[in-house]
């Protein structure tokens, strides 16, 4: 039984540790190209041709706000997400919280639930690249496999005793950020623009 306990207590450690190794390169990901869109780095080199990154990064989906006062990259909500994953499973593995306690859960809730919505908007970023802005960028495409790999390693680790309920949250999240989503990159879609100013 002793044997078993350890064993248990050795698998629940690694979920964590990769966790972590995958969000601190979202953060490098994603603040590297906040860093460039304010101005603060030079140069991102990215694999590819035909200054892929340049295109998707730039097109009108690269952008969350930009107004006369403010110029935010979505890179940066990636940013403040890998950086929120990461405070979390530190949380987790620095034993702050004990495991016994019921916020430890809910901390592996809301890894969960976090990292199911950045999976899902990846993916409909990762669609726009493809079928609107017609370029591969590669920045873009890691951000959607670590986030997709936080979000496969949160299940293993959090081992959600009620599937049911994992299922159902999980789904609720899924559509809420993919309807929000489609609702924010239509309104940005250049071609919606041009549409409306046709009908006029």
């Known amino acids: 039984l002793n044997t078993i306990k350890i064993t248990n207590e050795k698998n629940l450690k690694w979920p964590k540790i990769l966790i972590a190794i995958l969000s601190t390169i979202g953060i490098a990901d994603t603040g590297s190209i906040t860093l460039k869109n304010w101005g603060l780095l030079n140069s991102l080199s990215c694999p590819g041709v035909n200054k892929g990154c340049d295109a998707v990064l730039n097109s009108p989906w690269g952008t969350l706000i930009k ?3 403010y110029d935010i990259p979505l890179s940066f909500a990636g940013l403040l997400t890998y950086s929120t994953i990461l405070l979390i499973v530190l949380m987790l593995s620095l034993k702050i919280i004990s495991p ?3 916020i430890y859960k809910d901390f592996w809730w809301l890894l969960y639930l976090i990292s199911c919505g950045s999976s899902v908007f990846s993916i409909l970023l990762i669609s726009i690249m493809i079928i609107k802005i017609k370029s591969f960028c ?3 495409l890691l951000s959607a496999i670590l986030s997709f790999s936080i979000f496969i390693l949160s299940i293993i680790g959090a081992r959600f005793e009620n599937r049911e309920t994992m299922f159902y949250r999980g789904l609720i999240i899924a559509f809420t950020v993919l309807m929000g989503g489609l609702i ?3 309104q940005v879609d250049p071609a ?3 549409e409306i100013n046709l009908s006029r």
């Open 192 to 194: 919606k623009a041009n």
């Open 138 to 140: 590669f920045f873009c």
């Open 184 to 186: 924010w990159s239509n």
């Open 100 to 102: 016994k306690q019921k």
């Open 67 to 69: 107004n006369d006062q």
